[in-house]
């Protein structure tokens, strides 16, 4: 059918979307969200409308009018595509059937080439979040994540890499992690995510120091000189699936495939030996011992099968590491503690997980020996190496660092030990003090788990760009209880009463 | 956040969709597909663009202009809506967690007023899909379902209805059945689809008839004068729910909703009798009797909590019913069965079906009977006084229904009988000659299974309202036979010989 196109000054999420005329799409036996092909070229998912559509008339948001350059009133030819192999392997995936690497393939391929419409990848990341993912099925979509996308030309027989499965806020290791590595001698080139919802993401964190937005080449330059790079692994492409399930993925809380997410980056990084952290504990992702162990058996057994060396640390992952959230404040505590400032639960953090990486690339025989001389003696250099390779200042020192101007420091009510830091009420409180957006903006933690805290004693100081989301925050504070700190517990055995609802211990 | 809106000439299907700059949105904690509640007054999901609209403006579809009577450069007022118990509950239930009745007219309020989006509410079929709905799931649904639409309101202490789970074309049982029950004396107040993708839903084959979009209180008076009526349920929004469920379920092809969608319509018409129609065989919905058993011991088991006293009738649904397939033909040929001029499955259905509902409401012992006298004496009255109240001609003749002017007959090319005629080739076959838009196309089949068929007999007559649409059905036919005739089978047991790809028989 030929259509006049009428360009929508809209871009639809990187989606190709046409809208046609109710009719018309009726005519070709198509209903919304069926696919079409334009011009023989380019398959897009179409809307309908009676109204706002003429006959004959194709609205099209701005990617399919990019894509083949098109001119208002221009004619172009649709026809209607009737049966879709990848849909058919979604629905065998829903009734519970194991996916085939052919069909992950061919998923993946249309994932990336955006010939999926919203309610199939929905259907797709549900049921194989229900469904489960078979190990064969893990690395098929791993290999297929890895083709469809670019990979860092880099050429060194080892290659190493580390990966956290998140979860924990002020996580700061990898800025001081990858520095050790590649002071060791090993190369690392180190790609890493923005936040989308928790305060801050790796790639924030070393924004605050140096530019992390690099193109391919340049990259691979950075890693030639200095063994190896912090940067932005979303304007690389590396596995472009990856980025587009966690589209979906991440409105709809579901997870499915942390495995293939994480390892698909990896493998495109040509990555040999690589470190998985896996906080754990209350508040973590993963809470129980068993539960570590048997994502741990999983990425070691797939990594064998991918040709990649994998050993897992399952870290303690019941509060913040270090003292800091918020991008500036964690770049601010990372640059102190690589200065000699230390901040010791993350130097046990880092020097034990790149232990583990100097182990088994064999570096070492006692590994965290090694990290820690090399975080004392040469990783602030190479630190410095780096920031200037990817084109920031090398003489950044801690003051340097600006912090929102705004600020609330929370005292204690009481005298007593922390016996709870809460990894979610902090993360929601950054966020409502702006992060990961306003990078200025975070929280100081000056007590942590089993620390003594006398009356008055400092326990938080929050820091806002904005006047108004600092209030936002003291008001959402009223509901919380981030850090808790008791005395005498054994006398405290009643917490509350119904119905009168006052609160007789920890919010007096 | 104040923002002035900009109102977008489209619109989004129904939905409520608001555009944002991507940078309000953060600044708002926001992310794609999150929702808002704009001026404190209508909840709306967000897309962000971060080329298309400037900061602190807004681009709103049509739907949100409309309801809140927006003009350009209007200001709005938006928040952001932080959790969202439908979403919890949807989480929940993609966890294996059976809902309560509370938690599922939370989620159906949700989809009326269109507050989740369409990658929960895919999650959400999929999850119902994969999980299965418990009976208590099942009645929960059917009470939100009915509560958030219309009534008919119709005063009669018996109300009778019927109901196919579908699947077989061709089948026009409805046109039937109703002036057959009407003409008893009960009342029957018959609400129905049109086709999605099926060549014919009953109000499209209705519609050749009479008019079937009536208003509310038009039906009531209908049904009042006449006992019974033959609509489109679309209009009347009986469970608007339901309707926006098949608007994700559909594209997905998925089906999980089946029994809480009948019966949420029946409730809708405050039915007390329904006989529910399970077309079963090879090539209907339903393939083997024990299916067919455990469907309707629900459908009874329910109806009785919902106080519907229902009757299941299984029946061969291995073929389409009668001769023709398409709007226009199958209402002919109804009009014709209801003259005299039988088509004798068809008859045999129709007073199989609603003899079943004149025993269930004691009009006799002998159910079949009845209605088998009450089609050959009444049902023809009554049908042309329904057609007449609904507002279309009561003389109508067959003779008057015009059928598509292209035609093309297929002969068979053997002696011998019919061992197959295939439901899913003969839709798709009707399909592309333009069902159901092209009321007029559609298919004449002249052998039905265990039919004796000489060489050159007719098989079937396609007929057309266009030209390239019988060519393309011509075209489609290389690749199908509907209708399988076979003679001697001892003779040829091999049907294939591989490599050599040649058909050895079937095709010859």
């Given at each position: 059918m030929r259509l006049k196109v009428r360009p929508l000054?809209?871009?639809?999420?990187?989606k190709t979307i046409i809208i046609l005329n109710e009719l018309d799409a009726l005519e070709l036996g198509l209903h919304p969200l069926d696919r079409v092909c334009i011009n023989d070229e380019l398959t897009a998912i179409i809307n309908t409308s009676s109204k706002f559509v003429k006959r004959r008339e194709a609205i099209v948001y701005e990617e399919i009018r990019e894509i083949l350059d098109l001119k208002d009133n221009q004619e172009i030819d649709i026809k209607p595509i009737m049966t879709f192999k990848s849909k058919e392997h979604i629905r065998n995936k829903i009734d519970g059937r194991e996916l085939e690497e052919e069909e992950l393939k061919e998923i993946v391929g249309d994932v990336v080439e955006r010939n999926l419409n919203d309610l199939e990848l929905a259907a797709f990341i549900t049921a194989l979040y229900i469904r489960g993912l078979s190990k064969k099925e893990i690395e098929g979509l791993i290999k297929a994540m890895t083709e469809t996308g670019n990979r860092l030309d880099i050429k060194r027989d080892i290659i190493a890499d580390k990966h956290s499965i998140g979860g924990v806020?002020?996580?700061?290791?990898t800025m001081l992690l990858v520095p050790v590595i590649a002071s060791s001698g090993l190369t690392i080139p180190k790609t890493s995510s923005r936040a989308i919802t928790s305060p801050a993401g790796t790639a924030d964190r070393v924004e605050i120091l140096t530019?992390?937005?690099?193109?391919k080449e340049e990259i691979e330059k950075v890693v030639e000189k200095t063994n190896g790079c912090m940067v932005w692994?979303?304007?690389?492409?590396?596995?472009p699936a990856d980025d587009l399930f966690i589209q979906i993925e991440h409105p709809l809380h579901l997870d499915p495939m942390l495995m293939p997410s994480i390892l698909s980056k990896k493998k495109a990084v040509n990555a040999t030996h690589v470190v998985i952290d896996i906080p754990a504990g209350?508040?973590?992702?993963?809470?129980?011992f068993s539960e570590a162990k048997k994502l741990a058996d999983d990425f070691i057994s797939i990594g064998k099968d991918l040709d990649m060396i994998i050993e897992c640390g399952v870290t303690f992952g019941e509060q913040p590491i270090g003292h800091t959230i918020g991008p500036a404040l964690e770049a601010r505590e990372a640059l102190n503690t690589i200065m000699g400032n230390f901040s010791y639960d993350l130097v046990d953090k880092v020097t034990s997980l790149a232990g583990i990486l100097l182990e088994i690339t064999k570096k070492s025989d006692n590994g965290k020996d090694l990290a820690f001389k090399l975080l004392k003696n040469k990783s602030e250099d190479k630190l410095r190496e780096i920031i200037e390779e990817q084109g920031?200042?090398?003489?950044?020192?801690?003051?340097d660092i600006e912090i929102g101007g705004k600020t609330l420091t929370i005292h204690s009510k009481r005298h007593g030990k922390v016996i709870r830091v809460s990894n979610a009420q902090l993360a929601k409180l950054a966020n409502t003090l702006g992060c990961p957006k306003d990078k200025k903006a975070g929280i100081i933690i000056h007590k942590k788990l089993g620390e003594t805290v006398k009356e008055n004693d400092r326990l938080l100081t929050l820091y806002a760009e904005k006047n108004y989301k600092l209030e936002a925050a003291e008001k959402k504070l009223e509901d919380m209880e981030p850090i808790v700190v008791v005395d005498n517990l054994e006398k405290y055995m009643l917490t509350k009463k119904f119905p009168e609802e006052k609160v007789l211990f920890l919010r007096t």
């Open positions: 000054d809209l871009d639809a999420a990187g806020p002020g996580d700061k290791t530019n992390v937005e690099l193109e692994g979303g304007a690389l492409d590396l596995a209350v508040g973590a992702k993963i809470q129980t920031g200042d090398p003489k950044i020192t801690p003051g």
